[in-house]
């Protein structure tokens, strides 16, 4: 098929036909127009003018014998071609065709664009090259393709090594490629090119793959070589920034002929190890080459397919890979990939610490308005004048009010307890170091806090003794009509004020506002520390 | 107090979550006008959350395995750490 292709291109049919015609005038050979000796005229049986001079020649019957004597006439010309003329079978001519091509075209560079390229299951590659004007058929056999870091692709222009070859079956002939690189780019260049354009179009690259990392790994896990810097570098960082990191190397070798299937190897393996929530692949600096496996289809889909997220630590800052644009994150180097997984690790720290003293200090602030407010409830003119028209005692009243200031405080002083446990407890962790200032300032706080209800306390009794004297003249009622009521014993002869007086199934009468209840106690709960 | 715990909050789910609640506290403390009671019970939990986060920022396990290619976790060899390098310099 392609011998016929190749012959019906306008310029070779001429040629066939020459060579094709009366034999030895076809061959362009010098050591032919020897071998036919005087046939220096046999060219011309195919000169048209010259072939029909003879054919009408024998026409003038005079004229006949002598140019029968003079000139060799046809049956001449036959009679000498035949003694001059070395004839081939199909199979000899072929043959020295192929010598002569295959001896003269051993190793040539050819430049041209690919069209037809074709890889057949075979494994061969098989293409045409053309430039504007002619086109060769030509293969490249398997093992020379899988050399080829590139997808030699229709219309990509390549200049190929080559030798020619005559496929003397079929009389065809063919360059057979050795090698092949693209025109301009560098091979390299072009198949990272070809290889990101394929994945980028599958979605490989697309930011929604993107998983986030571990906020903390329980495990990291390590692809790397262990004889490169790489590796020092990543415990190094590990070991300063999360000294009690857990890592698991999964060693493989990062370069050479078949490094990329081991990388990939190793990718899939590690991710699987239980524990393991992030993984780190990383390479020290080196050549394009060097860095080639990171540039392989087969560990880009090692590392999409990694049940983890991952983190690419490739060469140097301005190296990028394949590796990096397909990992959930892209470190610049390996030491930089380190930083990633455990620079949360610090930032969490601080901000655990920060919320710690936060809570606390929300706490302390919460008590402080709790001790605002009672600061102001017992300065209330209405506290401070407590009415005395009444038929309670001074005594009593003050005894009540001792009562009240005392209730108060112990309620300030049990959530200080509170939160003084709670506090040890955030100590009795590892925050010793940061807590030591809120430590101090909580212990200020519940100080002043203390004082200031101590003062407090202090001025209520003060005022209070002042106030008492105009108590008499005063009514209870106001008191009473705020809320508080008075507690009598069953006979009103003794108002109850504290709770270990009393004992369930105890009646008493309470008087309030308006009116008076008669009660009966159910349970009491005595004051901790009370009056 | 690992019952206090249990009483105090429902379990602590993850890291991540630890962290998030923890912050959603302090925001509640740090807005409220809340009682002093659930001020409190809200600070527990804090503290709670805040000490688990801590021991689980401690939990991992300070150690160096290689996994060789039979699929066999190994510790590595003694020195591998770079701070064992650190010390015979």
Known sequence: MSLFDLFEEPEPPAAAKRTAGPEPAANPAPDAAATTGDGVESASPLDPERQSDAEREPDPAGDATKALAGKPGRGGTARAADTARRIHSVSELTARIRTLLESSFVEIWVEGELSNARVWNTGHFYFTLKDAQSQIKGVMFRTALQRLRFKPQDGLRVVARARISVYEPKGEYQIVCEHLEPEGLGALQLAFDQLKERLGREGLFAPERKRPLPALPRKIGIVTSLDGAAVRDIVRVLRRRYPNAHLVIRPTRVQGDGSALEVARAITAIGTVAGIDVVIVARGGGSIEDLWAFNEEVVARAIAGCPVPTISGVGHETDVTIADFVADVRASTPSAAAELVVARKDDFTGRIDRLGERLTAAVVSRLRRLDTRLHQLVARPGFAAFPGRVALRGRFIAELTHDLADASRMLVSVRLRRLDALRRQLEAHDLRHRLATIRARLVAAEGSLEQAVDRQHQRARVRLATGLARLESLSPLGVLARGYAVCWNAERTAVVHDAAQLAVGDAVRVTLARGEARCTVTGTTPAPGGA | ?89
């Open chain 2, 1 to 89: 107090m690992e019952q206090n715990e249990e009483q105090t909050g429902g379990t602590i789910q993850d890291f991540e979550a630890a962290i998030a609640e923890l912050e959603s506290v302090v925001r509640k403390l740090e807005e409220g006008d809340l009682a002093l009671e659930a001020s409190l019970q809200l600070y527990e939990r804090g503290v709670q959350l805040s000490r688990f986060c801590h021991a689980r920022l401690e939990q991992a396990e300070r150690r160096i395995e290689i996994l060789n290619e039979r699929g066999e976790l190994k510790d590595a060899p003694a020195g591998f750490d770079d701070e064992d390098d650190d010390r015979r310099r």
